[in-house]
């Protein structure tokens, strides 16, 4: 069985601060994806990055950046220099590759970020 | 592109009143899903399409029927509502394997 966690419920940090949001993840299949997505204030659900088992090179996207460990099972998320509009529920999910077309994406639980001035 | 709409965006039922929420995308997605969004539990997988006439159960499946006659729709019936399916609903799409486009989300409310 699949297992996504995301153990910071509700983070909380001052404008202009660094903030990393942890997930570790569970599964017995070799191939996989990570996903990171946002959900803002609105409610719609955003993606943000796609992370394949393979490929274990982090990533940067501006003050995104994505840090992959098949070794301890975790893919966490940096924001860098956070902003007021950073604030959102972070959604951190896993996708098995084995099972083809048919794979379940499974979710974490979120961790609400505030980010205030 | 669309994307992915659904309908209604509100909802207010009463028990044991049946409706159906809507989901198309314009994406030429195979695959298709519906998950509910409940306050502390992320998100969890109701039922899911792999193409057009093929249907499957999620996580939590009770409740809810699903029928894909076309690529485009997926819509999701309650049968029979109960307060305990008063939630944030969200239909999503992808491209086989890879990341899902989610809709706005409706938010069913039952009395």
């Known amino acids: 069985a699949q297992k996504v966690t995301q153990a910071q419920t509700e983070i909380s940090v001052v404008e202009k601060e660094d903030v990393t949001l942890d997930c570790v993840y569970e599964t017995r299949d070799t191939t996989y994806y990570l996903f990171w997505y946002k959900q803002p204030p609105s409610g719609e659900l955003v993606f943000l990055i796609r992370?394949?088992?393979?490929?274990?090179q982090n990533e940067i996207s501006g003050r995104y950046s994505w840090n992959f460990q098949k070794s301890t099972s975790s893919f966490n998320f940096t924001i860098t220099a956070s902003q007021v509009v950073d604030s959102a529920v972070y959604f951190c999910a896993l996708r098995d590759l084995n099972t083809g077309t048919a794979s379940k994406l499974t979710f974490g639980t979120g961790t609400r970020l505030q980010v205030t001035l | 592109n669309a994307g992915v709409t659904q309908t209604p965006k509100f909802q207010v039922l009463k028990t044991g009143q049946s409706m159906t929420l809507q989901c198309a995308q314009d994406?030429?997605?195979?695959?298709m899903s519906w998950y509910r969004q409940d306050p502390g539990m992320g998100l969890r997988l109701i039922h899911y399409s792999v193409g057009a006439g093929i249907t499957d159960q999620g996580e939590v499946p009770n409740g809810y029927n699903v029928s894909r006659s076309t690529t485009e729709d997926f819509p999701l019936r309650l049968l029979s509502a109960a307060p305990s399916q008063t939630s944030v609903y969200f239909c999503a799409s992808s491209y086989g394997a890879n990341e899902q486009f989610f809709g706005p989300g409706t938010r069913l409310t039952v009395l």
């Open positions: 994406m030429n997605h195979e695959y």
């Open positions: 992370r394949n088992s393979f490929d274990e």
